[in-house]
């Protein structure tokens, strides 16, 4: 008599690590431009300013405070 | 080709990221708002008692609540998604046997935990009217520096655990980490100075709620991009893995 077995789903594999040579430069690049964004986003016209006056403070004033960063 | 693989996966991470944003910014409208208009109430109230001028306006109230608010929330998905991806592109196939959604959640909590819990618990989330402004260069430095500490201590934390886990067991190795970590960072919040400007009068229920409001706003952040990038690198990734689907009906047996 034949008796039908399901097949046993086979754990996923540990997947192959990408070369620490292929990210780098990705990650210094877009890393660095990432870490400026937030600096606008946080910190920009408050405790320091890359350029005059408040406009960007003002702009992103309720995200920063909810973000949690100091503000004013 | 592997630099390609890091592209799409940078892509994904802010693309995720951006969506994350999204949902972080309903959480913030409805959560958060409410909190930050009943500070400026108080603020603006101090300020008539004590005859203070009308400033003018740089950005309306309007504005701020909405295009400026969704402006800094958004920024800060994409700006957090594209270096989670990164960090992902690292950690994936290093750290454990998780594949690309495990490796993905972990990351996304570790990132909540590291970059807002930690800073968090020591220079925590303030509305407006409290804070001197003219401390808010010696806060800020302060408030990155708990950031980047998080984020260095959370690493060091993963380095120790893989170098102890053949050992003592991967059990054993975590527990050790995670108690350095919290060891490490509570000496941190010892050493470093405290920061206490709430104003005398500002109620302390507003203080409370805003505070709970930004918190929520980061765990549906963190949260809604771990699952949603995870769910990008694998189809990335691996894009032979589906739900197995039963073939229909049960298999006849044949009688002997």
Known sequence: ?72 | MNSATVRTLLVRGMLAGLGAGLLALVAAYLLGEPRVDSAIALEEGHSHAHGGGHEVEVVSRGLQSTAGLATGVLLYGVAFGGIVALAFCFALGRVGRFGPRATAALLAGAGLLAVYVVPFLKYPANPPAVGDPDTIGKRTALYGLMMLLGVLLAVAAVILGKRLAPRLGNWYASVIAAAGFILAVGLAYAFLPAVNEVPAGFPGTLLWQFRLASLAIQVVLWTAFGLLFGHLAERHLDPLSRPVRSSAGSVPVSSG
């Open chain 1, 1 to 72: 008599m034949a008796q039908s077995v399901a097949p046993p789903t086979t754990g996923a594999d540990t997947p192959a690590a990408l070369p620490i040579r292929a990210i780098l430069p990705w990650a210094v690049f877009f890393g660095v431009l990432m870490l400026v964004l937030l600096y606008f986003v946080g910190a920009e016209q408050g405790a320091t300013s890359v350029f005059s006056g408040t406009d960007v403070h003002e702009w992103v004033h309720d995200g920063r405070h909810l973000l949690g960063f100091p503000c004013h």
